[in-house]
């Protein structure tokens, strides 16, 4: 008892009871060797050696120790066979493994242990043995083990076997790959890829030529926040400039007043857009096409005609509403005597109800239909009400008199009493928004005439609602409207003849000069040439044909929608040459009249619309130039964009990157793989340092576009346009970058495995998402310069070699020995220690 109490205080017992076969010592040294091993395994491949060790390892200890070493030390390799010859005094060993961890456990081997034994177990379920430091031999105690034995090796030789290319034949750890033979090593029964596969040199190739890619794409979104950054600045003047050039237009006039709910009257969105793109190809003076828009034509027609119809109808229910406040006021009159005999308002409002319910233009107008409607109930609420007290048997009040009469239903009487009613308010119209004046005899109202006050009083706020409706500017809208009716007129007229050009074009019979003349007393510009002739400035012929000249081509300029970028210095140019010429007779004019008539040329509406587009585009030239400063945007606490310098730097890094790039490419020189995969793991770290500088400074949720605004877009406006497309090139190029990461993540997954060759068919799913995506990536939605497009397409291009992966011969049987030979000339020994000598 007394020994087995000693035993159970002993560590090493302790150990043994747990079933550990190292002591403390021990594991504390193959943790500290694994630790450093950590920094450099998984950067390293995993190869076959072959390793030959001598010293005192001569007994089945040293067997058990290499395996327990090795499984505790090992982090990606491990021992696949050990050989020791009975009548030699050396252990062989076939490892796959890292080099760094085969060279660990080599010079721990080197270090002297003792292997305790025991032939029968001490406790139950106890381990049989132990290693223990020679150090840890004086804590053994009581414990007395049934033999022991001192291993360690004086001196190990390490082959390594040949992995990599001979020519067109794979070399795997010594053997020359065959289909059956890789599809072995690869798990698979025969590789059904036509002897295609990927290599780790293939594979880093196109790993280097997608990161390449990726940061191609990065610098795209990054130059896209900047025109973003810069668009925005410049949205007010954009804005500005297309409104103005707006108001050159042809049919400018209608769409003021149609295009808006500035007088409602006159808002008719149909009739807009049906002009607006019949206003595209007379502004380009494309007449060759208008038979195409015959429907918008014939659409345009129709929508002409139901705004002249809807002004008809809307001057029939002013005067309704006239002759309806003149019964109602009959009525609130009749309330305060305290009569309630309303037969004849009753048959008077019923007549007028059933002609406002037959105004269907009104009814159904979208500005209107609500309020008309709301007008519509609260007049049945009155007729309904009035009918009840008309009833025989409801209690009057007392001063009530005799029912009178319903008025006679001859043909014709409403009619007359119509034309009684529009004689009284023509000539001074009604206002029915005075509200029916109290009386001081209603101060002891019965119920009944209470609710038909309140009644009364509704309908006529509703009347006066519709009927006395405003414009934007507070102006009556109906009086307003009226104002307007020449325009459309003179704009049916246009409709009636492009309709009637139309027909003569489908027949053939047709020219340009119709065409023209339609529309040349609506072309601002040939308006402004008039002008121009009218104050002196265009007197010679070659005056006139220069301004004619330049006005043409400034209309093409700004009419060519949406505005393009590149049409801004053409644009000043050209309004430049009108200033110098207009200027310049100026000049040259002595007399004071005809520079007073010049002069109030600068104040015409035309021309001052042309310079407020000159001054709004000078200014969106302004903000660009400004944010192609040096230091712009550097101090900004919240980040948005990186300043144009900063963006050029990052491209000069590629730009240099990519020159190194070409003189690297593994598929044309296959033979020097080695050599290449050296340089592609040192063009990876340059890739590397490139993508931190570009990733310095990043953004905060609130700054990064995540969806497209979900606002109606105008595909002639640039202002809108243009936003939607940067918008919606930074949304694809944002998730086309975290596609790419993560192949290029799947590709580390890849290299990580260490294995010199991959299977095409364990490989080909990736790859297959990677040639998806990058074939789907469009250019021209990049807007990218020409420089990184041809950088984008030969990175792509190198990727797509691939495709099918890597081409490998298979060796013939009367080749194996020759190509044995020349393997085994390959494999590199290393020899650690002091051989002893023989």
Request: glycine share 4%; proline share 3%; aromatic share 8%.
């Given at each position: 008892?007394?020994t087995?109490?000693?035993?159970?205080?002993?560590?090493?017992?302790?150990?043994?009871k747990?079933?550990?076969h190292?002591?403390e010592?021990?594991?504390?040294?193959?943790v500290?060797r694994?630790e450093e091993?950590?920094?450099?395994?998984?950067k390293?491949?995993l190869?076959?050696?072959t390793?030959n060790?001598?010293?005192?390892v001569?007994?089945?200890?040293?067997?058990?120790?290499l395996?327990?070493?090795?499984?505790n030390?090992?982090?990606k390799?491990?021992?696949?066979?050990?050989?020791?010859?009975?009548?030699?005094?050396?252990?062989?060993?076939d490892?796959?493994?890292?080099?760094s961890?085969?060279?660990t456990?080599?010079?721990?081997?080197?270090i002297?242990h003792?292997?305790?034994h025991f032939?029968k177990?001490?406790?139950?379920?106890?381990?049989?043995l132990l290693i223990?430091d020679e150090?840890e031999?004086?804590?053994?105690?009581?414990i007395?083990?049934?033999?022991?034995?001192r291993n360690?090796i004086t001196?190990?030789e390490?082959h390594?076997?040949?992995t990599?290319r001979?020519?067109?034949?794979?070399i795997?750890?010594?053997l020359?790959l065959?289909?059956?033979?890789l599809?072995?090593?690869l798990r698979?029964?025969?590789?059904q890829?036509?002897?295609?596969?990927?290599t780790?040199?293939?594979?880093k190739?196109?790993y280097?030529?997608?990161?390449?890619?990726?940061?191609?794409l990065?610098?795209?979104?990054?130059?896209?926040?900047?025109?973003l950054?810069?668009?925005?600045?410049?949205?007010k003047?954009?804005?500005?400039?297309e409104?103005?050039?707006?108001?050159l237009g042809?049919?400018?006039?209608?769409?003021?007043?149609?295009a808006?709910?500035?007088?409602?009257?006159?808002?008719?969105e149909k009739?807009?857009i049906?002009?607006?793109r019949?206003?595209?190809i007379?502004e380009?003076n494309?007449?060759k096409s208008?038979?195409a828009y015959?429907g918008?034509v014939?659409?345009?027609?129709?929508?002409?005609?139901a705004?002249?119809k809807?002004?008809?109808?809307?001057?029939?229910?002013v005067?309704?509403?006239?002759c309806?406040s003149?019964?109602?006021t009959k009525i609130?009159q009749?309330?305060?005597?305290?009569?309630s005999?309303?037969?004849?308002?009753l048959h008077?409002l019923?007549?007028?109800?059933?002609e406002?319910k037959?105004?269907?233009?009104?009814l159904?107008?979208?500005i209107?239909?609500t309020?008309?409607?709301e007008?519509?109930?609260?007049?049945?609420?009155?007729?309904?009400?009035?009918?009840?007290?008309?009833?025989?048997?409801?209690?009057?009040?007392?001063?009530a008199?005799?029912?009178?009469?319903?008025?006679?239903?001859?043909p014709?009487a409403f009619?007359?009493?119509?034309?009684k009613?529009v004689?009284?308010?023509?000539?001074?119209r009604?206002d029915i928004?005075?509200?029916?004046a109290s009386?001081?005899?209603?101060?002891?109202?019965?119920?009944?005439?209470?609710?038909?006050?309140?009644?009364?009083m509704?309908?006529s706020?509703?009347?006066?609602?519709?009927?006395?409706l405003?414009t934007k500017?507070g102006?009556d809208a109906?009086?307003d409207a009226?104002?307007h009716?020449p325009?459309?007129?003179?704009?049916s007229d246009?409709?009636?003849?492009l309709?009637e050009?139309?027909?003569?074009?489908?027949s053939n019979?047709?020219?340009?000069?119709?065409?023209?003349k339609i529309?040349?007393q609506?072309?601002?510009?040939?308006?402004f040439?008039?002008?121009l002739q009218d104050?002196?400035?265009?007197?010679?012929e070659?005056e006139?044909?220069?301004a004619?000249?330049?006005l043409?081509e400034?209309?093409t300029?700004?009419f060519?929608?949406?505005l393009k970028?590149?049409?801004y210095?053409?644009?000043?140019?050209?309004?430049?040459?009108l200033e110098?010429m207009i200027?310049?007779?100026?000049?040259?004019?002595?007399?004071?009249a005809t520079?007073?008539?010049?002069?109030?040329l600068?104040q015409?509406?035309?021309?001052n619309?042309i310079?407020d587009?000159?001054?709004?585009?000078?200014?969106i030239?302004?903000?660009?130039?400004?944010h192609q400063?040096?230091d712009?945007?550097?101090?900004?606490?919240?980040?948005f964009s990186?300043?144009?310098?900063?963006l050029?730097s990052?491209?000069a890094?590629?730009?240099?990157?990519?020159?190194?790039l070409?003189s690297?490419?593994y598929?044309?020189?296959?033979k020097?793989?080695?050599?290449?995969?050296?340089s592609?793991?040192r063009?990876t770290?340059?890739l590397q340092?490139?993508?931190s500088?570009?990733s310095?400074?990043?953004?905060?949720?609130?700054?990064?576009i995540?969806k497209?605004?979900?606002?109606?877009?105008?595909?002639l406006r640039a202002?809108?346009?243009?936003?939607?497309?940067?918008?919606?090139?930074i949304?694809?190029l944002?998730?086309?970058i975290?596609?790419?990461?993560?192949f290029?993540?799947?590709?580390?997954?890849?290299l990580?495995q260490h294995?010199?060759?991959y299977?095409g068919?364990?490989a080909?799913?990736?790859?297959?998402?990677?040639?998806?995506?990058l074939?789907n990536?469009?250019?021209?939605?990049?807007?990218m310069?020409?420089?990184?497009e041809?950088m984008f397409?030969?990175?792509v291009?190198t990727?797509?070699?691939?495709q099918v992966?890597e081409?490998f011969?298979?060796?013939?049987?009367?080749?194996?020995e020759?190509l044995a030979?020349?393997?085994?000339k390959?494999?590199v020994?290393?020899?650690?220690?002091i051989?002893?000598?023989a």
């Amino acid at each position: 008892m007394k020994t087995q109490a000693l035993l159970e205080k002993n560590p090493l017992y302790e150990l043994l009871k747990k079933k550990y076969h190292t002591s403390e010592g021990v594991r504390l040294q193959i943790v500290k060797r694994k630790e450093e091993l950590q920094k450099r395994v998984p950067k390293e491949s995993l190869k076959s050696f072959t390793v030959n060790m001598s010293g005192s390892v001569t007994n089945c200890s040293f067997e058990k120790t290499l395996k327990i070493v090795s499984k505790n030390l090992f982090i990606k390799g491990r021992i696949t066979a050990i050989f020791a010859p009975d009548d030699h005094e050396i252990v062989e060993a076939d490892i796959t493994a890292t080099l760094s961890e085969v060279e660990t456990l080599i010079q721990y081997l080197m270090i002297p242990h003792v292997v305790l034994h025991f032939k029968k177990e001490l406790l139950k379920g106890a381990s049989n043995l132990l290693i223990i430091d020679e150090s840890e031999q004086n804590q053994l105690g009581d414990i007395i083990p049934d033999h022991s034995h001192r291993n360690f090796i004086t001196y190990a030789e390490l082959h390594e076997k040949y992995t990599g290319r001979m020519g067109n034949y794979l070399i795997l750890n010594g053997l020359p790959l065959t289909a059956e033979k890789l599809g072995s090593e690869l798990r698979f029964n025969k590789i059904q890829t036509k002897n295609k596969v990927f290599t780790t040199t293939g594979l880093k190739e196109i790993y280097v030529n997608l990161y390449f890619i990726f940061l191609l794409l990065k610098l795209d979104l990054e130059q896209h926040y900047l025109k973003l950054r810069t668009f925005n600045s410049q949205t007010k003047d954009l804005s500005t400039v297309e409104e103005k050039i707006d108001d050159l237009g042809f049919f400018s006039d209608v769409f003021n007043n149609i295009a808006t709910t500035d007088n409602p009257l006159l808002f008719n969105e149909k009739l807009f857009i049906d002009l607006m793109r019949i206003e595209h190809i007379i502004e380009n003076n494309n007449w060759k096409s208008i038979p195409a828009y015959a429907g918008y034509v014939s659409s345009a027609s129709g929508g002409l005609n139901a705004q002249f119809k809807f002004m008809e109808d809307f001057a029939l229910f002013v005067t309704y509403a006239n002759c309806v406040s003149t019964f109602i006021t009959k009525i609130v009159q009749k309330i305060g005597k305290h009569k309630s005999d309303f037969r004849n308002e009753l048959h008077n409002l019923t007549a007028n109800y059933n002609e406002l319910k037959k105004l269907s233009t009104v009814l159904n107008h979208p500005i209107l239909r609500t309020d008309y409607q709301e007008m519509l109930n609260a007049f049945s609420k009155l007729l309904a009400y009035l009918d009840f007290s008309t009833l025989d048997g409801v209690p009057h009040t007392a001063t009530a008199g005799k029912a009178t009469e319903m008025l006679p239903k001859v043909p014709g009487a409403f009619i007359t009493l119509f034309k009684k009613c529009v004689k009284s308010v023509l000539p001074v119209r009604i206002d029915i928004s005075a509200k029916p004046a109290s009386h001081p005899e209603l101060t002891a109202k019965t119920e009944q005439e209470e609710s038909l006050q309140k009644l009364t009083m509704k309908l006529s706020e509703n009347l006066e609602k519709i009927s006395k409706l405003k414009t934007k500017n507070g102006e009556d809208a109906y009086l307003d409207a009226r104002r307007h009716v020449p325009l459309l007129t003179e704009l049916s007229d246009v409709i009636d003849q492009l309709a009637e050009l139309i027909r003569h074009v489908e027949s053939n019979k047709a020219s340009e000069e119709p065409f023209k003349k339609i529309f040349s007393q609506h072309n601002k510009f040939e308006i402004f040439y008039h002008i121009l002739q009218d104050v002196g400035v265009l007197e010679t012929e070659p005056e006139k044909k220069a301004a004619r000249l330049t006005l043409a081509e400034l209309q093409t300029l700004l009419f060519t929608k949406p505005l393009k970028e590149s049409a801004y210095q053409g644009i000043l140019d050209k309004i430049h040459a009108l200033e110098t010429m207009i200027q310049n007779k100026k000049e040259s004019k002595k007399d004071a009249a005809t520079q007073g008539i010049i002069t109030k040329l600068f104040q015409t509406p035309i021309f001052n619309t042309i310079m407020d587009i000159k001054a709004g585009i000078k200014n969106i030239l302004e903000i660009q130039a400004e944010h192609q400063k040096v230091d712009a945007f550097r101090n900004e606490p919240v980040f948005f964009s990186y300043n144009a310098k900063e963006l050029d730097s990052f491209l000069a890094e590629i730009v240099t990157f990519y020159e190194k790039l070409g003189s690297n490419c593994y598929y044309k020189d296959v033979k020097n793989f080695e050599m290449i995969e050296v340089s592609l793991d040192r063009l990876t770290e340059e890739l590397q340092g490139i993508n931190s500088h570009i990733s310095l400074r990043t953004r905060n949720k609130d700054t990064i576009i995540t969806k497209e605004p979900d606002a109606h877009i105008d595909y002639l406006r640039a202002s809108h346009l243009t936003r939607k497309n940067l918008e919606k090139s930074i949304i694809f190029l944002q998730n086309q970058i975290a596609q790419i990461e993560g192949f290029m993540h799947g590709i580390e997954g890849n290299l990580c495995q260490h294995s010199f060759v991959y299977s095409g068919v364990a490989a080909s799913v990736l790859f297959d998402q990677i040639t998806y995506t990058l074939s789907n990536i469009d250019i021209r939605l990049l807007d990218m310069t020409d420089t990184a497009e041809r950088m984008f397409r030969e990175g792509v291009d190198t990727i797509f070699h691939y495709q099918v992966g890597e081409a490998f011969a298979e060796p013939k049987s009367e080749e194996m020995e020759g190509l044995a030979e020349e393997i085994e000339k390959r494999t590199v020994i290393r020899k650690y220690g002091i051989p002893e000598p023989a």
